[in-house]
């Protein structure tokens, strides 16, 4: 009887021992080195659709032993959201894993933002993995994934983390059934696979000519990364607010649009027509892919009308917030919650009208506006059973990873887009003050290089397409895709600063199609809404001539490849090993369209674009150290993509000076600060 309670002494530290033991690895943030921390990311990720893989010692322990409520001192909340998420999970109250997962159904992103909430929370990157491999084993996949990428994204203790690009992370969203399939096979058969992709649809499909860029997987992640910078769920009490969030929903989107419309020129197409809810829906899709668990991605018919989408909205509802909306600009006011008038040809006018159109939490009354684009994107999503008849899962468009496949999305944010052209038409034209740059003339702007584009194959792992098993190995699978690339060039500018002094420039770039479909040319005033922006960047201008030299790779409108999960793996093992620092930084931001699409496709015998360069005074519109701003831009891709939790570095409305109604392009064109040149470009089809 005296044994017994010096036994339970024993075999409590025992466990104390070991618990503490199985937590070496993660300790407080300061002790945890960024390779450290990119293996754990990395590992988490690996076959997310299992469950943590033994291999991984320190994440299994985790997943299997970590209580995420013992100690509340671990977090900030003082354990509130790990609790109501561990309940939830005891309760089976949340999505079961092995089932698809799409963030506009709101009980899916509830069990995500869950997960978010409690990784925000934590303290400590300890606090944070041991969270993330005791739930990964616990909840949804899709949702996993989703709360993985949103948190490190956005919390402070991984800022030095890279993300490996989603399409090997999730692969079945981003390649063909068949592909899908074959890499099942090469792993049954053990026999390592290399397997060409191709894009949907048939050359009997016109639109096939332009699918290379909406199935770009590159694209892809560019556009459902944006949406992780800027969620629309995003509440600035978890740390910081959205500067101009609204603003650049407009702009990125109305870019994509204008280089969409620039690839159908390319390819002797149309611009893209936008959507109408009383008229059918001319181009159907297949989108030939399949879901992990929960069935083929749902096809739609060519010329289908809409229908209301149970559940979701009735058409009249869509009308009925276009309508209000549109009022609104009309009124040059959206009116609150409390029925107060916000003013929306001001300055941030913009910024107002991007918040109600998407809708995000930032709308100041999403009762009465509603949410056009993100019910949009559900109602699209729909239509392929909008009375869940058949029980399909959501469509593309209800993903951000697959949506721009869809060619409705581009109709759907040309639809969008004129909305916005709308409002910006209702702005007075700028003046004389606001253009100019006084005393700074552009002399000469020259290419050096070729402005000279073709298709490359790329090569990318399916390794977490397939399944594991004790008894097979893994066996290299890959997949490889034509992409858009193009060859390096400089862009350099001759500029005179007849000022006698220094003066700080933003330097403006834009590449505008000369001709439509037609072969008509455009006015400045009709092009300057289809011009694609191609760079933003700062210089200090030195009394006198300056020579200014920027290469096509610095753009910061654009990102390089993210390196694959491999090479990844790879360079932050040898890092712990060596004991020696990771540097990552140029890949920090999946966001931005990939460099290699920074030209549109152009034409075998050339196609004519105006090269329009802008100087202003960035004395009056940078937002920021002059030093740090001309350095490095604050990050590779701020122009679409602003910056975590700081202001946007550019004052002036995102598209200046080309945002609005040019009443006399002879006027804006006699600014010597502002230079317009024709260029072509080309496309190899032999390279």
């Known amino acids: 009887s005296i044994l017994s309670p010096i036994m339970k002494v024993f075999a409590l530290v025992f466990l104390l021992v070991a618990s503490a033991n199985a937590w070496t690895a993660f300790r407080d943030a300061e002790e945890v080195s960024t390779a450290q921390k990119q293996l754990d990311v990395l590992h988490l990720l690996h076959k997310v659709h299992e469950d943590i893989s033994p291999n991984h010692k320190n994440l299994y322990d985790a997943s299997h032993n970590f209580n995420p409520t013992s100690d509340t001192s671990l977090y900030n909340d003082d354990g509130h959201a790990a609790e109501e998420l561990c309940k939830d999970v005891d309760d089976h109250r949340v999505l079961e894993k092995h089932h698809f997962f799409s963030l506009f159904n709101e009980e899916h992103r509830h069990d995500a933002l869950m997960l978010f909430n409690v990784l925000m929370s934590c303290k400590s990157w300890a606090c944070g993995v041991n969270n993330a491999a005791y739930f990964h084993d616990r909840m949804n996949e899709g949702a996993f ?9 956005h919390h402070p203790i991984a800022h030095d983390v890279v993300l490996p690009p989603l399409y090997e992370i999730t692969p079945h969203m981003f390649t063909n059934s068949e592909i899908i399939n074959k890499a099942y096979s090469a792993q049954m058969t053990q026999t390592p696979g290399k397997f060409h992709m191709d894009f949907t649809g048939s050359q009997q499909n016109k639109e096939q000519r332009v699918a290379y860029f909406g199935e770009d997987i590159g694209l892809n992640v560019h556009h459902v990364t944006w949406h992780m910078d800027f969620p629309f769920w995003w509440d600035d009490h978890y740390g910081h607010h959205f500067d101009r969030k609204g603003e650049l929903f407009f702009w990125v989107h109305h870019q994509l649009t204008a280089r969409f419309d620039a690839e159908r020129l390319s390819n002797h197409l149309d611009e893209v027509d936008e959507l ?40 009249r509802d869509m009308i009925i917030m276009e309508q209000r909306i549109r009022d609104a600009i009309a009124h040059g006011f959206v009116v609150d919650g409390e029925g107060k008038h916000i003013d929306i040809r001001g300055e941030h006018g913009i910024d107002v009208l991007g918040d109600v159109i998407e809708s995000s939490t930032y709308s100041p009354n999403s009762e009465y506006y509603g949410a056009l684009h993100n019910v949009a994107h559900r109602v699209l999503g729909g239509q392929g059973d909008p009375k869940g008849k058949f029980n399909m899962p959501p469509g593309v468009m209800e993903h951000f990873e697959t949506a721009t496949r869809d060619p409705s999305f581009f109709r759907l944010h040309k639809y969008m887009d004129n909305i916005f052209k709308e409002h910006k038409d209702s702005l007075p034209h700028y003046t004389k003050a606001e253009v100019e740059f006084t005393g700074i003339a552009i002399d000469a702007v020259n290419v050096k290089g070729k402005l000279e584009t073709f ?10 397409a397939v399944d594991d098993s004790d008894n097979v190995e893994d066996v290299a699978i890959t997949a490889v895709v034509s992409r ?43 092009g300057r809404w289809h011009c694609i922006e191609m760079d933003k960047f700062w210089r200090t201008l030195h009394s006198g001539e300056n020579h200014i030299v920027r290469h096509s790779a610095d753009a910061s409108t654009t990102t390089p490849d993210i390196p694959s999960y491999d090479d990844l793996h790879t360079k932050a093992e040898a ?59 604050k990050g590779e891709s701020h122009a679409q993509c602003g910056m975590h939790g700081e202001a946007y570095p ?17 006027v804006l064109l006699n600014f010597p600060n502002l230079h317009r040149s024709v260029v072509k470009v080309t496309h190899n089809d032999h390279h």
């Open 276 to 315: 109408y809810w009383n008229k059918p829906i001319a181009e159907g899709f297949a989108p030939h892919t399949t879901y992990k668990y929960g069935g083929e991605f749902p096809a739609r018919p060519d010329n289908v009308n809409f229908q209301d989408v149970d559940g979701v909205a009735r058409i």
């Open 145 to 153: 994934t989703y709360a993985l990428y949103v948190s490190v994204i």
């Open 650 to 666: 550019d004052k002036r409305s995102l598209g200046y000076p080309l945002d609005r109604v040019i009443p006399d392009e002879a």
């Open 484 to 526: 858009l690339n193009h060859e390096p060039f400089d862009l350099e500018i001759d500029v005179t600063n007849n000022n006698g002094a220094d003066s700080f420039a933003t330097v403006r770039v834009y590449l505008c199609p000369r001709r439509n479909a037609n072969g008509v040319m455009y006015t400045l005033n009709e």
């Open 455 to 464: 298709f490359e194959d790329f090569e990318f792992s399916l390794a977490n």
């Open 575 to 633: 890092a712990v090993a060596s004991g020696e620092e990771l540097d990552l930084h140029k890949y920090l931001r999946g966001c931005g369209i990939p460099n290699r699409m920074i030209l549109p496709k152009g034409m075998t015998g050339g196609m004519e674009f105006a090269l329009v360069v802008v100087l202003s005074d960035g004395d009056q519109d940078a937002n920021g150290d002059h030093a740090t701003l001309e350095k490095d831009g």
